[in-house]
């Protein structure tokens, strides 16, 4: 088991970066999504880019990438926070194409990226299209117009381990051999192949990688799976779907039965239940009102 995030910083050069391996947290959202081999590759992709993006938050908070589309990929949701905890949910409207093109997996999609602080704070959202196509270019062309800090991302996932690499040119001095420095990180990080990424060790890859380079590493960052749903939160929906609503599924199906999006935990509501959730009169739906 790995679900670690290595940070790293250029000693002498204005430029960071991170690894991330997931193996456990990945395998246990494909394990509860069951999608076909394209969609859970792009789930593993999402589930690493918001590790990488949620290491850079400068405060506690929550990070959900949305990636929405008319396409075959109708929608990818993964969300993650400081804390380390991490889901994932994907709707498809049929099997992808085999290109592995984003722009054709996800046809006129944007991909969203909210920051939600802990504390009281305004939540931020950028929008980018994935003209680029993939999660990849679409996360740098989301750097370029939301943090203006040129930022270089690589991804991969297959089968039980998903990867990323990130690398970023700080604010800093920004003279001339900052910026030789920043074009030598991204040219020595391109060599990077997807397997060395999943696979390699996160020092001995930063040490192939830039072997002339003098690279401070940090002690990693745990991730790992975590779902946020609860009896509570599918009381709340089931009660915001209004009582006529769930007294007709009871009587067609005997019982009404929720499963989270994220973890496929089922949540069984049977005629007693659903008696209590509307028995406040403050909790009866709006539909249940009469109307005199
Ligand atoms: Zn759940």
């Known amino acids: 088991m790995s679900d670690r995030l290595h940070r790293f910083l250029f000693e002498h050069a204005d430029v960071r970066g991170e690894v991330v391996q997931l193996d456990g947290a990945f395998t246990e959202v494909v394990s509860r999504?069951?999608?076909?081999?394209?969609?859970?590759?792009?789930i593993g992709?999402?589930?690493?880019?918001?590790?990488?993006?949620?290491?850079?938050?400068k405060y506690p908070g929550s990070l959900t990438l949305q990636l929405q589309s008319d396409g075959p990929l109708g929608l990818l949701l993964v969300q993650g926070g400081t804390g380390g905890g991490l889901?994932?949910?994907?709707?498809?409207?049929?099997?992808?194409?085999?290109s592995n093109d984003?722009?054709?997996?996800?046809?006129?999609?944007?991909l969203a990226i909210t920051i939600q602080p802990e504390a009281d704070g305004e939540q931020y959202q950028g929008v980018v299209d994935l003209s680029g196509g993939s999660l990849a270019a679409a996360l740098e062309h989301y750097f370029r117009e939301s943090e203006q800090l040129p930022t270089r991302v690589w991804l991969s996932a297959e089968e039980s381990r998903a990867a990323g690499m990130l690398i970023q040119r700080l604010p800093g001095?920004?003279?001339?051999?900052?910026?030789?420095?920043?074009?030598?990180?991204g040219y020595l990080a391109a060599t990077v192949t997807g397997s060395e990424l999943r696979e390699l060790a996160p020092g001995e890859l930063i040490r192939r990688l830039f072997h002339e380079e003098d690279i401070r590493l940090f002690d990693p960052m745990p991730f790992r799976f975590?779902?946020?749903?609860?009896?509570?939160?599918?009381?709340?929906?089931?009660?915001g779907l209004g009582e006529a609503e769930m007294r007709e599924t009871l009587a067609e199906q005997g019982e009404v039965e929720v499963h989270c999006d994220f973890c496929n935990e089922p949540y069984r509501f049977d005629a007693v239940d659903i008696e209590a959730l509307f028995a406040d009169p403050a909790t009866r739906g709006p539909d249940s009102t009469s109307a005199h």
Request: aromatic share 2%.
């Open 226 to 239: 975590q779902c946020r749903c609860s009896r509570d939160r599918v009381t709340a929906m089931l009660q």
């Open 173 to 185: 001095q920004q003279d001339e051999a900052d910026a030789d420095a920043w074009a030598r990180a």
């Open 45 to 57: 992709e999402g589930l690493a880019a918001v590790a990488l993006l949620s290491a850079t938050l």
């Open 102 to 110: 984003l722009a054709e997996q996800a046809r006129g999609g944007t």
């Open 33 to 42: 999504t069951r999608h076909e081999p394209a969609v859970q590759r792009l």
């Open 87 to 98: 889901r994932a949910m994907a709707r498809v409207r049929g099997p992808l194409p085999d």
